[in-house]
């Protein structure tokens, strides 16, 4: 079993004043570029198997003596010898994990992770679209001005599940690095592709590419599965309230509609994204894993 370091004294971490607690609250107020706060166990391992380096992690005494506790740290240090990242692991009195911590009960685990894909990343993104295609068609998912942590997370994780081989980020979109987008998206954000782009660069490289662009709005001419979504796809997700942006609608080769019943106006993004992405599984007739 791994061995936890505690305090610099070798206690458990009290002090709010404690460098690495320090670091970790600058990094939950967004005052350390490049770098989030991962909160349970769940977020954590996955970060560590999308190979996202985890410079300083944080447990309660009561996770690390826990069989699931001290394994997940066994893995960190593993790895992050032998990546060279591992700054520190401190065990942390509980209740000051709980001030760090966004949820209402911490899990006893939160991890500084140093992750980060910006415009600069073009290339990489495209590459791992391509990669993740394997030869086929791509199909990708577009996130126009959606606000709500939670349905964009959701949409990642529904994205994943579906196949997508990245997730567009348009302005007016609440950041993926959110705490509650990481949370609800259940760690899709660690193995889908994802990258920030203007309309204007997305237009030139679904053309440069051959994706046909759809865009979901309840006024669409198209129903959502009359479509041919065989070939190249890129489908756009909108803000529900205010509906798709003028540059997600000049990107759109065709607008598909969910009929809605009971005078509905809407559903919320989450939603959508999960209808009109399965009827591209569907259509493409991927096999499900058993």
Known sequence: MAKVAKGDAGE?????????????????????????VLDGPHLVGEALEAGIALPVVLTT???ARREEGAALVERIQEAGRAAGWLEAIRVVDAGLL???????????VLALARWK????????????????????????????GIQDP???????????????????ILPGTVAPTNSKVLRASAGALFRLPWIKMEAGELAREVRARGIRVFLADARG???????????????????????PS?????????????????????????????????EVVRQRGRALPK
Do not use: C
């Open 246 to 278: 003028p540059e997600a609608r000049a990107l759109a080769d065709g607008v598909v509609a969910i009929p809605l019943a009971g005078g509905v106006e809407s559903l919320n993004a989450a939603a959508a994204g999960a209808i009109l992405l399965f």
């Open 150 to 168: 939670g349905n964009l997370g959701s949409l990642f994780r529904t994205a994943a599940a579906a196949g997508a081989q990245g997730m567009i």
């Open 117 to 144: 894909l910006g415009p600069a990343e073009y290339p990489r993104f495209w590459a791992a679209v391509d990669r993740a295609a394997a030869g086929g068609p791509p199909f990708v998912v577009v996130a126009d």
């Open 221 to 243: 001419e198209q129903a959502w599965h009359e479509p041919d979504y065989r070939g190249g796809t890129a489908i756009v997700i909108s803000n529900e309230g205010r509906g």
């Open 12 to 36: 458990v971490v009290r002090s709010q004043e404690n460098p690495w607690i320090k670091r970790v609250r600058r990094a939950g107020r967004g005052q350390e570029p490049g770098s989030l």
């Open 61 to 63: 005494p009561e996770f």
């Open 98 to 108: 709980t001030k760090l911590a966004e949820t209402e009960t911490p899990a006893g």
